[in-house]
Each structure stands twice: as C-alpha cells, then as structure tokens.
C-alpha cells in the first residue's frame, strides 16, 4: 500500500468524521431532553478532534484534507429517530475503522495507532447512544 491510498483512505474517514460532526451539532440543538443533547453535543466535539487528528496524518503525507461532506440525514426531528440515526452512523464508522486498520496494516504504524484509538472512542460513542435509545423503548 502506497502513501497515495493510505491518504484516499484517511481522506474517505475525515469525510465521514464531518458528516457525523454536523449531524450531531444540530441533533443536539433540537432535542429537547437534557442528557441526550448534552451527550451528542461531547460526542460532535470527538468527531471533531478526530477529524483534526486525521487532517494531521493526511497533511504530514503530503496531502489535503478533503472538505466535503455527504449528503446530510439527520434522522429526522424525534429523539428515538435522531439517536438512531446516530447510533448507526457510529456503527458505520467502526467498520470503516476495522477495515482500515486491517488494509494498512504494517504499511502505516503511527496512521494504524490513531484510528485504533478512533476505533475504541466511536464503539463508545455507539454503546452511548444505544443505551440512550434503549432507555425509550
Ligand atoms: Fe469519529
Ligand atoms: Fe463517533
């Protein structure tokens, strides 16, 4: 693996990471209740950490972070939906993740340790909003 994909490969998570930044900030303005908001609020700020985290690695290879962002579905204006939404968009990051890690392999060791530590906070942050999204059933 070349440093060209290992850059396509961090690019293709910092997509996901605003995606998930973006849904999260406005999910938190509209939920009424005051502990999933708050959550999903700390958990934005993660997502953008992460981010910065992942624009380091892919500047110091010699790209760019792309800033795009897909299109956006924030799970509608109900909390159960909104959670749902979110907890599936941490789901997707996990895979991602594993994924990732897997390819790269030993062709990255300091690129492979960050998103094993991304990997453990984004199973966290989908256990957060599985248990929140128990609690309404
Ligand atoms: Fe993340
Ligand atoms: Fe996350």
Redesign the pocket.
Known sequence: MDVKEIIKLLNEDFVFEIE?ALVYVRNAFIMKECDPSRVTEA?GI??MRHMNWLADLIVKRGGKPSMEHHELDFGGDDLKGMLARQASL?SG?VERYKRHIEVIGDADKEVVGVLRHILD??KR?RKEFRERLERLK
Request: avoid cysteine; glycine fraction near 0%.
């Open positions: 998930a958990i993660d997502e941490e990051a906070e984004e942050h």
